[in-house]
């Protein structure tokens, strides 16, 4: 049997990856009304290798779609639906509401929100 490294153990109790890098876990709240975010929050930000949830609410039922990350969840009025991913995609990521639509989706109007994923 191979020994485990005491460095290894330390790393992994702390929360820091095997490279030294230290991921977060963020959470955002996103509450939409007539198909904007209410307080104006455009950009969430995070790094690469965070763990990022997105608590969404709205005042009716609604799809949004974060590209990039290609995922889509339904949102009923009343109800709050959770969004989890990791962010291993640097980059700038549009959360749109969308319409189903045969064979596809359409956007309706601007982004609801921005998932900026910085490079670490």
């Known amino acids: 049997m191979r020994a485990i490294p005491f460095w290894a153990i330390v790393l992994a109790i702390v929360g820091f990856a095997p490279d030294g890098i230290h991921a977060e876990e ?4 996103l509450r939409i ?47 709050t639906t959770e969004i989890s991913f990791t962010a291993r995609l640097a980059g700038r990521f549009p959360l749109y509401a969308i319409s189903g639509e045969s064979g596809g989706h359409a956007h309706q109007g601007a982004p609801l929100a921005y998932v900026e994923v910085r490079p670490r």
Request: proline share 2%; charged share 30%; with cysteine.
């Open 26 to 29: 963020l959470t955002f709240v």
């Open 33 to 79: 009304e007539r198909g904007r975010v209410t307080d104006g929050t455009r950009t969430l930000r995070a790094a690469q290798g965070d763990t990022v949830r997105l608590l969404c609410q709205s005042d009716r039922a609604i799809t949004v779609h974060l590209h990039g990350y290609d995922i889509e969840r339904e949102i009923k009025p009343g109800d």
